[in-house]
Structures are given as C-alpha cells and as structure tokens.
C-alpha cells in the first residue's frame, strides 16, 4: 500500500475536525489505507477487485465491520469485451490483447481471455507491457504481426496512460476497444465497461445514507449494474472511404448493427 495513501488516512483520523464518515472513492487500494487507519469510522470505497477476496468487507450481501461501498467489474468485462471486439470486426482472422503483466489480476484474466477466445475459433495474441517504453514496444510489435483488431485489457496503469494508448493504436489504424467511456472521449473507437459516473454517484448515495444514521455493517455492497457502450463518430469516420488494398481497417469492415445499438441505446454517449 503506498505511504502517501496511509499518511493521508491516518491525518484524517487524528484530524481535530469531527470525521463522521469517509469516502475511499480512489479506487481499492485507497479503501485498504482507510480501513487500516479506523476501525471505527464508517468507510464507503470504490473497488475494482473482489472486496472479500481484498479483505475490505466480510461478504457482499452483509459487510460487516465499517465499511461498505461499490464493487465495480472491470476484468470481468474482458471477455464480454472480446465479444464485442469480435462483432465490430467480424472477419478479424488474429485479435491482439495487451495486457499488462503486474495487474494482480495478469494471469487469471489472460487465462479467461484465452479460453473464450478458443471457444470461439479465435486466434489472439497476448502482449505484454507495464510501463510507457512497454507501451511503445507493444505496438512496434503490434504493427509487425498485423492484427485485424486490438483489445486493451482493464487495468489501472492503462487507464492513466488512455492518452497514449489512443493515440498509437490510431496511428497504427487498429481498430480497439476499451475498458472506459473515457478512451474513446479520448479518440478511442469503442469502449464497454462500467459508468464510472454511476458508481460515484452510488459512492455520495451511500456517504448521505450513513450520515443520516445508517450502519455500514448493514449496507451490501453494490455492484455494477449500469454498462456504457461507447463508439466515437469521428474515429469511426476518419476510417473511411477505404481502398481495397489498403492495409488499414476500413469502417466498412466494422459491423454496422454495433455501430446502430451504440447510437440508439446509448446516444448520449456517442462521442463525436
């Protein structure tokens, strides 16, 4: 757990200012250090793992202890998001995935990825990379093997590079899909995960709950339930009007059936 983060929670404890409750919204790691720091201040997290499996709380349904919050899926959604992948590009004959190898996570998300892909009939290829320099040798590698479509694995470290990630897999010309709305706010062609909206909107729903009285002990744990389907006009556009022997993926290869579903059930997502 990093310092600053138990620092931080351990000055809001002794803080002379009266902490009725507090609101670990960093993610799980933030709601670790919160935890550590009380046992006594009601806690609500955002949490992208399993929060029994990371010890926040006892059980889903019945907390316990102090402190409850949102678990929000997203490696869970990988394989939703290889579907999805593989409708966007139907004829994709090798899907690349990149992924990042420290993710706690790494291996029983690549595991999953690598099984669905099978039972499908699904050739990909698993890269790997865990920093910037990384990044830009995975798509050198990328650009070597050809793939038809890129899938970007759910993972912390991408999420706060998305700049660079967009930015590449466009110059490259690579079809991809995301983890967040906010890669394909980003440039990106398409993403599918969890609001993040909603889950800290969910976060203030449940600080006001215990403020006015409730227990934390008595507050399940909340779980994804609002998904955003996300496809950027523009990106989308700029890929045509292809030629036949180009070496890009033209839009018309894109299925069109995902490109309706993400304007008309999600509208006001549809980046343009």
């Known amino acids: 757990m990093p310092r600053a983060l138990a620092a931080a929670n351990a000055w809001r404890v002794r803080s002379p200012i009266t902490c009725r409750s ?7 790691l933030s709601g670790l250090a919160a935890k550590a720091a009380t046992s006594t201040i009601p806690i609500v997290f955002n949490a992208g793992e399993d929060p029994v499996a990371l010890g926040l709380v006892t059980s889903i349904n019945r907390p316990g202890g102090n402190a409850t919050g949102i678990y929000i899926f997203i490696a869970e959604m990988d394989t939703k998001r290889l579907e999805l992948l593989r409708e966007l590009v139907p004829n994709a004959a090798l899907i690349a995935v990149l992924l990042n190898p420290t993710w706690i996570r790494f291996k029983t998300v690549s595991k999953e990825i ?3 892909a099978r039972a499908a009939g699904q050739r990909i290829d698993i890269i790997e990379a865990s920093n910037e320099h990384e990044i830009h040798g995975a798509f050198k590698r990328i650009a070597r093997l050809r793939p038809q479509a890129l899938l970007v694995g759910a993972d912390p470290f991408f999420n706060a590079r998305r700049e660079q990630l967009v930015t590449l897999a466009n110059h490259y010309a690579i079809p ?7 890669f394909a706010v980003a440039g990106g062609l398409m993403s599918y995960g969890t609001s993040l909206t909603e889950a800290y909107r969910q976060v203030g729903v449940y ?3 215990i403020l006015k009285g409730e227990k934390t002990a ?3 744990v909340v779980q994804s339930s609002k998904f955003e389907l996300v496809i950027n006009a523009q990106t989308a556009r700029n890929r045509r009007p292809p030629t036949s022997d180009s070496e890009g993926i033209a839009e018309s290869e894109l299925s069109r059936s995902l490109v309706v579903r993400a304007f008309f059930r999600l509208k006001e997502y549809l980046c343009v």
Do not use: F, N
């Open 114 to 116: 690598a099984e669905v």
């Open 218 to 220: 008595e507050l399940p």
């Open 176 to 182: 991809a899909v995301y983890e967040l709305r906010e």
């Open 207 to 209: 600080t006001g709950r």
């Open 22 to 28: 507090c609101s670990a919204a960093g993610g799980h």
